[in-house]
């Protein structure tokens, strides 16, 4: 099959792999048309709006994600997983027959986006950390990179198909497709076959007690290779992961671009995401945390040269390049993360990981979305980029102190070699 696809001869993971690309397609429709709704039908284009609603849908997850670890370290992340997509399907089933008959108001919207972040982020770190069950760990790697494939090929149609169905039938109805697409996944944690899954037995007394959510971020404390991580993650993402709005509003007050032309820009960014989650899925060997911060930098640049574009065209090719640079970055983390953790804290560890990523959006989204409301929308973009300089610039220089590793050789009657130097740095050695 190929080692671009080699997790894919493991029937469990197959089986989940298509089905949640299915459910990922309908909930980056339900994004777009959100986003839409809030700008261009509920408001006059504004765009604060939009990003008060991202930041009420987003907030959840800073206050309820580490718990939400912790029960996928205790519970069958099977059984989590089928209560949550059930609910999420609830949700958007209720929002579309909100928006259907007529009566949506900018404040209903909100307390739906509050409901759906609320369930997505019980979601999260059991669905990141069921992977791992899916596949023997050799394939691990490949699994997190192809998940990313995925998810970014539904951010490819998904946006795509969301603009045409509203402008073909409109937006109420791109929240009941979504809604529909969560049978698959349903489905599919039926289908998957128990006695297949790759699960490691913890010794209950690593999971009793109090206070063990707070292990995890002493465990995340305690290696400077993921605070490193975590840190510019978090930074980066709270003013770069905000494509939706950013385009949403270029496409509407810059270019003066209808619904189907934005998403075409979800699209486009979706094809650099694509070809970097496929080279991410190739890689024989684990990322490092340099890659990381390499990639951190390299959101900047992109986002920089997005934010200047002067036409929508222009606009449009330089996401694809932005989209690539951050599924860099955010499949390089996730892969680090996830294999250099131990299985006893890996659900915690990776609910702080989404908290990282999605959980510092709310305050990005507001911020954001102020930026390009009282100034424009190119300096919402670009305040990313200059954020992500110089996180970068911080790595670097904290990287040089705390990692400087010596290596010392001896040629007596028992050679060897000592690295002297902070354990971190000596694993990537």
Same mark, same amino acid.
């Given at each position: 099959?190929?080692?671009?696809?080699?997790?894919?001869?493991?029937?469990?993971?197959?089986?989940?792999?298509?089905?949640? %690309?299915?459910?990922?397609?309908?909930?980056?429709?339900?994004?777009?048309?959100?986003?839409?709704?809030?700008?261009?039908?509920?408001?006059?284009?504004?765009?604060?709006?939009?990003?008060?609603?991202?930041?009420?849908?987003?907030?959840?997850?800073?206050?309820?994600?580490?718990?939400?670890? =912790? %029960?996928?370290?205790?519970?069958?992340?099977?059984?989590?997983?089928?209560?949550?997509?059930?609910? =999420?399907?609830?949700?958007?089933?209720?929002?579309?027959?909100?928006? %259907?008959?007529?009566?949506?108001?900018?404040?209903?919207?909100?307390?739906?986006?509050?409901?759906? #972040?609320? @369930?997505? /982020?019980?979601?999260?770190?059991?669905? *990141?950390?069921?992977?791992?069950?899916?596949?023997?760990?050799?394939?691990?790697?490949?699994?997190?990179?192809?998940?990313?494939?995925?998810?970014?090929?539904?951010?490819?149609?998904?946006?795509?198909?969301?603009?045409? =169905?509203?402008?073909?039938?409109?937006?109420?109805?791109?929240? @009941?497709?979504?809604?529909?697409?969560?049978?698959?996944?349903?489905? /599919?944690?039926?289908?998957?076959?128990?006695?297949?899954?790759? @699960?490691?037995?913890?010794?209950?007394?690593?999971?009793?007690?109090?206070?063990?959510?707070?292990?995890?971020?002493?465990?995340?404390?305690?290696?400077?290779?993921?605070?490193?991580?975590?840190?510019?993650?978090?930074?980066?993402?709270?003013?770069?992961?905000?494509?939706?709005?950013?385009?949403?509003? *270029?496409?509407?007050?810059?270019?003066?671009?209808?619904? #189907?032309?934005?998403?075409?820009?979800?699209?486009?960014?979706?094809?650099?995401?694509?070809?970097?989650?496929? *080279?991410?899925?190739?890689?024989?060997?684990?990322?490092?945390? &340099?890659?990381? @911060?390499? /990639?951190?930098?390299?959101?900047?640049?992109?986002?920089?040269?997005?934010?200047?574009?002067?036409?929508?065209?222009?606009?449009?090719?330089?996401?694809?390049?932005?989209?690539?640079?951050? =599924?860099?970055?955010?499949?390089?983390?996730?892969?680090?993360?996830?294999?250099?953790?131990?299985?006893?804290?890996?659900?915690?560890?990776?609910?702080?990981?989404?908290?990282?990523? *999605?959980?510092?959006?709310?305050?990005?989204?507001?911020?954001?979305?102020?930026?390009?409301?009282?100034?424009?929308?190119?300096?919402?973009?670009?305040?990313?980029?200059?954020?992500?300089?110089?996180?970068?610039?911080?790595?670097?220089?904290?990287?040089?102190?705390?990692?400087?590793?010596?290596? &010392?050789?001896?040629?007596?009657?028992?050679?060897?070699?000592?690295?002297?130097?902070?354990?971190?740095?000596?694993?990537?050695?």
């Amino acid at each position: 099959m190929g080692r671009t696809f080699a997790s894919l001869r493991h029937f469990n993971y197959r089986t989940w792999f298509f089905t949640a %690309l299915i459910a990922n397609i309908g909930t980056w429709m339900q994004i777009v048309a959100q986003d839409w709704l809030v700008l261009a039908e509920l408001t006059e284009d504004d765009a604060f709006a939009v990003g008060f609603v991202s930041a009420l849908q987003f907030a959840p997850l800073l206050f309820i994600t580490p718990f939400a670890g =912790l %029960l996928a370290d205790r519970c069958d992340k099977r059984r989590i997983l089928f209560v949550t997509q059930s609910c =999420l399907a609830l949700l958007a089933l209720g929002l579309g027959v909100l928006v %259907l008959s007529g009566g949506a108001q900018v404040w209903q919207v909100c307390l739906f986006a509050v409901g759906t #972040g609320t @369930v997505a /982020a019980f979601d999260g770190p059991p669905r *990141m950390v069921f992977v791992s069950e899916l596949v023997p760990s050799e394939d691990l790697p490949n699994a997190v990179g192809l998940n990313s494939t995925g998810f970014n090929l539904a951010r490819l149609i998904g946006p795509a198909v969301a603009g045409t =169905l509203i402008s073909a039938v409109g937006t109420g109805w791109v929240f @009941v497709v979504n809604g529909l697409s969560f049978v698959f996944t349903i489905g /599919a944690l039926l289908a998957i076959r128990t006695g297949e899954l790759y @699960v490691r037995q913890v010794d209950p007394e690593d999971l009793r007690g109090r206070g063990r959510v707070r292990e995890g971020l002493r465990y995340v404390a305690s290696r400077g290779d993921l605070t490193v991580i975590f840190l510019v993650l978090g930074t980066v993402a709270c003013l770069t992961l905000n494509f939706q709005l950013t385009s949403a509003a *270029m496409a509407r007050t810059v270019f003066d671009k209808n619904a #189907g032309e934005y998403g075409i820009l979800g699209s486009v960014f979706a094809v650099g995401s694509v070809t970097g989650a496929l *080279m991410a899925a190739r890689r024989r060997t684990t990322p490092r945390t &340099r890659t990381v @911060v390499v /990639a951190a930098g390299l959101c900047g640049v992109t986002s920089g040269v997005s934010a200047v574009m002067p036409t929508y065209a222009t606009f449009a090719v330089s996401l694809m390049f932005v989209g690539f640079t951050q =599924l860099l970055l955010f499949t390089s983390a996730n892969t680090v993360v996830q294999v250099s953790t131990e299985p006893t804290v890996r659900g915690r560890v990776m609910s702080l990981y989404q908290t990282v990523i *999605m959980g510092t959006s709310p305050i990005g989204s507001i911020v954001v979305g102020w930026i390009a409301e009282v100034a424009s929308p190119r300096w919402g973009i670009g305040m990313g980029s200059i954020v992500a300089f110089a996180m970068v610039a911080w790595a670097y220089l904290w990287g040089r102190r705390h990692w400087g590793v010596t290596v &010392r050789y001896s040629i007596r009657s028992q050679p060897h070699v000592q690295i002297v130097g902070p354990v971190e740095r000596a694993r990537e050695i």
